[in-house]
């Protein structure tokens, strides 16, 4: 599925590619025409002008005159008997002068002066490639967007399915664990952990539904540095297994207007991406900023940080460099910012590690 994009990508841009270069051909065919029949009615007009000099002023048709008129146009002129000549064109023209003479304007094989250091010439072939560049854009963007409107609809069939499939179960273990009664403490936290991660199974069906079929979040005022808090503690047992350390940093509370579930799955996904980032254990640290009306949320983990190709697309939807991801993750998050007015950013430290960026807006305290 990841290798669909580059395809298109590649095809595209080699089609698109062949059209420029054919394109620029044609212009420039067409340039060198016009260039010629703008040449030709020079040619033509300062011919007919000099005959018309001639014939005025009633010139001697001798040799002489027409080697000085020559110099003087930088063409070959030459006098000859009336109707001697026919059937002349392109270089050649032949002008009546009177009953007994013909005038013969004779210049040199038109070369073309077209080059890019020419202002004309350059801002034509510019305007071409910008034109051509806008159109291409348009084109890939929507041929984009049907790929992935297709993509989005065969997901929400395999989506509705599964919640079908997972919800029915999924209920009936939330109703055991609520009715079953601890023996002690430690069946109490069991309890709770089930309670608490049916929840969390409920949400990534939720999230897989959002995705397929995506609907306005329900805003309300929450403190999202508390949420973080909450997803944080869900994924303890995860985070401690992988040995890895949380570490926060937060400023608190952080109100936000924002969907509570959809705002912790958006945070469960960057806290789960920053623990399987490193193996061998490691710090997460989630810190935050205050920017004028924004929240700045810093999710920093010490993995290997994203690559090239992940700066870029890290947030397109099937776009994954992990062994056996799917490549939803970091764009449900990014499309969960986005309906909250927000934005996401991918970074690497400078210092070795990933780096994520969710901006918010802030609500006064």
């Keep these: 599925m990841p290798s669909s994009p580059v395809k298109f990508r590649l095809s595209f841009g080699l089609g698109f ?49 027409a080697r000085d008129l020559e110099q ?20 050649n023209l032949a002008i009546r002068l009177d009953e007994k003479h013909d005038m013969i304007f004779t210049r040199a094989p038109v070369v073309s002066s077209l080059s890019l250091r020419d202002p004309a010439t350059r801002n034509a072939f510019i305007a071409f490639w910008l ?22 609809a065969m997901l929400g069939r395999v989506a509705t399915s599964l919640a079908h499939d997972i919800k029915n179960p999924l209920a009936s273990i939330q109703l055991h664990a609520q009715l079953m009664t601890p023996r002690d403490a430690e069946d109490a936290r069991s309890l709770s952990l089930i309670e608490s991660e049916s929840i969390v ?22 403190d999202a540095a508390q949420a973080v ?17 949380v ?3 937060l400023e608190e509370p952080l109100w936000v207007q924002g969907d509570a579930q959809r705002l912790s799955q958006a945070f469960r996904n960057l806290l789960v991406n920053g623990i399987q980032a490193m193996p061998r254990g490691g710090i997460l640290r989630i810190s935050s900023e205050r920017r004028g009306n924004e929240v ?16 870029q697309r890290g947030t397109e939807l099937f776009f994954t460099e992990k062994e056996g991801g799917m490549g939803v993750g970091l764009n449900i998050v ?20 990933a780096v994520v960026l969710v901006t918010l807006v802030s609500l006064s305290a």
Excluded at 33 to 55: G, I, P, T, W
Excluded at 205 to 221: C, F, G
Excluded at 229 to 245: F, I, K, P, T, Y
Excluded at 296 to 311: C, I, M, T, V
């Design 201 to 222: 199974i409920a949400g990534l069906v939720n999230q897989w539904l959002h995705l397929a079929n995506p609907l306005p979040p329900k805003l309300v005022r929450l």
């Design 247 to 249: 570490v926060f940093a």
């Design 17 to 65: 590619l062949a059209f420029v270069v054919a394109g620029s051909l044609l212009l420039l065919a067409w340039l060198r025409q016009r260039e010629l029949e703008e040449s030709n009615r020079l040619f033509h007009a300062l011919a007919h002008a000099d005959a018309d000099f001639v014939r005025r002023l009633n010139l001697p048709r001798s040799e002489k005159l």
């Design 72 to 91: 003087l146009l930088g063409m070959r002129i030459e006098f000859r008997p009336a109707g001697q000549v026919s059937g002349m064109g392109g270089d």
């Design 334 to 353: 990014a499309t969960i910012v986005a309906a909250h007015g927000g934005r996401l950013e991918l970074q690497n430290d400078p210092k070795g590690g």
């Design 131 to 152: 034109v051509s560049a806008l159109v291409g854009w348009l084109l890939a963007r929507e041929r984009l967007k049907r790929a992935q409107s297709e993509r989005l």
């Design 296 to 311: 700045l949320l810093r999710f920093a983990d010490a993995g290997q940080g994203f690559s090239e190709p992940a700066l």
């Design 229 to 245: 808090r909450d997803v944080a503690l869900n994924l303890q047992a995860q985070a401690q297994h992988s040995g890895v350390e």
